[in-house]
């Protein structure tokens, strides 16, 4: 079990921050960087048409057997390059995603660590290799190398400048007090969890009542969706990246705000996100302590088979029966074989969480924070095995050439592949939630 503590930071070389507030350089400034990488984007180019001409020369000669799979994106990634002093290391890919929809995809999460390893070397920063790293001014190029897919990371200068920042629990329940929300109710233990709808002011009322094994945890998904003004106060998650969840139809596209507000105590179960996606934990106030499961351990966690999550567009769910902070050493015994990291989650803290990674937040004070998910080029073939294999659609229905496209054109095709019934039953599954919590006579 590894703690990860706070260390000084170094400033990284690469530019394109992952920070919210978004400041468009001047004419002057563009004009300046421009002619600082000119000499770069010359060689590039120059390197780039010397391998097509090569390939050319070597097809005229009857040697193209070695460029038969060869595609666009494998031509770049031989180029992409990164010189540190007088080495020069060749940036590694996501290569072990590249799975043809029609087989059965698994992660692989060591060649994800060697990825990881290799692109460390790349940047003058020092990386905690057996814990979770706290980041500022990180650029969206290092993000995407080192720990996008692969390895948890904190990220400190997102969410002070989110409106969302100011929320405060004095704010909502005066505004919403008569307003119903989702919450958990433990009396007993995790296993005896309860879910309702209730108004927001008896959580006010009765949430400094928690105790070791009775709290309260608000785990609305429509609460911030619904109220578009609130929506409105969260600001990018991570500036600059792609979402290939805005590719869903809007019927089964996941909601991507979650208000989870804990009283002292109370904690989410042991589990990996829906989809397997990227996910995301923003604190506004209070304090969050982390348990993160690195993947290969589900012999360990006595993970739950065959349950469903019953989204708007349905995908198996993972979850453990074990609660890692009050673990049953006798009904759970390989339980102590697992490894995970620790870590402490403080306001104003951004916690991004790859694919694969079961966790578990417990809520060491009275808590509000906000949860999100993204699907990019670096998750986004996990995330459609798990949309394929529940039966969304048929892998054989997938024709051939679609695993040849862009990952972006391919999340398009499989979505347009969704049957009518699937999109209405998507529809369907919102609106009798919103009922649900709506009816007051419940």
């Known amino acids: 079990m590894i703690s990860a503590k706070k260390r000084n930071q170094k400033k990284p070389r690469s530019s394109g921050m992952l920070s919210a507030p978004m400041i468009r350089p001047s004419c002057k400034s563009e004009k300046a960087f421009a ?27 009857g040697l193209s057997i070695f460029f ?17 002093g007088e080495e020069t290391y060749m940036r590694m890919t996501a290569a072990y995603l590249d799975v043809p929809l029609r087989e059965p995809f698994h992660l692989d999460f060591e060649a994800a660590l060697k990825v990881r390893e290799n692109n460390m070397r790349l940047y003058n920063y020092s990386y905690n290799r057996s814990g979770v790293d706290r980041r500022k001014n990180l650029s969206l190029e290092e993000y995407r190398d080192v720990y996008d897919g692969k390895w948890p990371v904190i990220i400190q200068d997102i969410v002070p400048f989110w409106r969302a920042s100011s929320w ?34 008896l959580f006010c009322l009765h949430s400094n009542e928690s105790r070791r094994n009775s709290w309260t945890y608000i785990e609305d998904e429509l609460f911030i969706p619904t109220r578009p003004w609130l929506r409105k106060d969260i600001g990018p998650m991570v500036s600059g990246d792609e979402d290939f969840f805005q590719l869903f139809p809007k019927e089964v596209r996941p909601w991507d705000s979650m208000l989870l507000w804990g009283t002292r105590f109370s904690r989410s179960s042991l589990h990996i996100d829906p989809y397997n996606w990227t996910g995301t934990n923003a604190v506004i106030s209070g304090l969050k302590h982390w348990k993160l499961f690195p993947p290969g351990q589900d012999q360990f966690l006595n993970v739950l088979s065959n349950r469903k999550s ?13 609660d890692a902070y009050e673990v ?12 995970y990291l620790e870590i402490d989650q403080y306001p104003g803290e951004l916690l991004l969480l790859p694919s694969g990674w ?77 009922e649900q919590v709506l009816n007051t006579d419940g």
Request: hydrophobic letters at 40%.
């Open 168 to 201: 405060s629990r004095e704010i909502f329940c005066e505004i919403y007090g008569q307003e119903r929300v989702v919450m958990k109710g433990v009396h007993d233990g995790l296993d005896k969890a309860s879910t309702v709808a209730l108004p927001l002011e």
């Open 328 to 339: 049953d050493d006798q009904g759970f015994p390989d339980f102590k074989k697992a490894r």
């Open 68 to 84: 038969n799979n060869w595609r666009w994106d494998d031509v770049l990634m031989w180029m992409n390059v990164k010189r540190t």
């Open 310 to 322: 019953e989204f708007p567009l349905n995908c198996y769910k993972y979850n453990s029966p074990v």
């Open 35 to 61: 002619l600082q990488n000119s000499s770069s984007l010359t060689s590039n180019l120059f390197c780039c048409l010397s391998v097509l001409c090569f390939a050319v020369v070597l097809n005229v000669f």
């Open 358 to 434: 079961f966790h578990q937040a417990y809520n060491m004070e009275e808590t509000m924070a906000i949860s999100s998910q993204f699907m990019n080029i670096n998750n986004y073939r996990i995330i459609l095995e798990e949309i394929i294999k529940i039966g969304n659609i048929q892998r054989s229905d997938i024709a051939p050439e679609v695993s040849k496209l862009a990952p972006e054109e391919q999340v398009k095709a499989v979505m347009s592949m969704l049957p009518k019934h699937i999109i209405e039953r998507g529809q369907q599954i919102t609106k009798d939630i919103l």
